[in-house]
T-cell receptor, first 117, second 112 residues
């Protein structure tokens, strides 16, 4: 597709369950980012990949959060033993190869809305 | 982030009126990004400003970066209903164009 694709769009889970959120970046984009957006707030950075390397995971709130991008394309954000405070919209963004060199913007998907009951 | 403040938090304007949204950083800005978000959707890129007091325009939207004040403004001329949404500014404080810190957003409503 032309844009960043995220699935599922909506996910409801019971507290304590594990969830996996998927992101398909724009084809050929080297950099991939995950953000968490709480209701009424701006997105907050979680983690960043360049190809398959996770270069920054400083925003992951706890060791229950884990992200991977094994082949440098599709990425999965996994949350283990979910808690109610994990309820949020999880946004994925990708950036072209020249993103850093020429300050190209990050392009965002529509997000996954996660609700923990 | 309180280190990146947007004002106003919300705005209601009549169609055809001009408006300005501000974004103020407590740290040095290496890049400032403006995005628009509609409810339930992702962020749509509007404009990017780099260090150096830049100004850019696209259609009826103009963004400026005041390096001295570490502040950016987004100005919409002759607002239309299609301009309604949440406007978010994102700061690049490291100069890497990677980790962005976003403000809490300005919710814009345009009335007929």
């Amino acid at each position: 597709g032309a844009g960043v694709s995220q699935s599922p769009r909506y996910k409801v889970a019971k507290r304590g369950q594990d969830v996996a959120l998927r992101c398909d970046p724009i084809s050929g984009h080297v950099s991939l980012f995950w953000y968490q957006q709480a209701l009424g707030q701006g997105p907050e950075f979680l983690t960043y990949f360049q190809n398959e390397a996770q270069l920054d995971k400083s925003g992951l709130p706890s060791d229950r959060f884990f992200a991977e991008r094994p082949e440098g394309s599709v990425s999965t954000l996994k949350i283990q033993r979910t808690q109610q405070e994990d309820s949020a919209v999880y946004l994925c963004a990708s950036q072209s190869t020249e993103g850093v060199i020429r300050n190209q913007p990050q392009h965002f998907g529509d997000g996954t809305r996660l609700s923990i009951l | 982030s309180q280190e990146l403040e947007q004002s106003p938090q919300s705005l209601i304007v009549q169609e055809g009126k001009n408006l300005t949204i501000n974004c103020t950083s407590s740290k040095t800005l290496y890049g400032l990004y403006w995005y628009k978000q509609k409810y339930g959707e992702g962020l749509i890129f509007l404009m990017m400003l780099q260090k150096g007091g830049e100004e850019k325009s696209h259609e009826k939207i103009t963004a400026k970066l005041d390096e001295k004040k570490q502040q950016s403004s987004l100005h919409i001329t002759a607002s239309q209903p299609s301009h309604a949404g949440i406007y978010l500014c994102g700061a690049d404080w490291a100069g890497t164009a990677s980790k962005l810190t976003f403000g809490t957003g300005t919710r814009l409503q345009v009335t007929l």
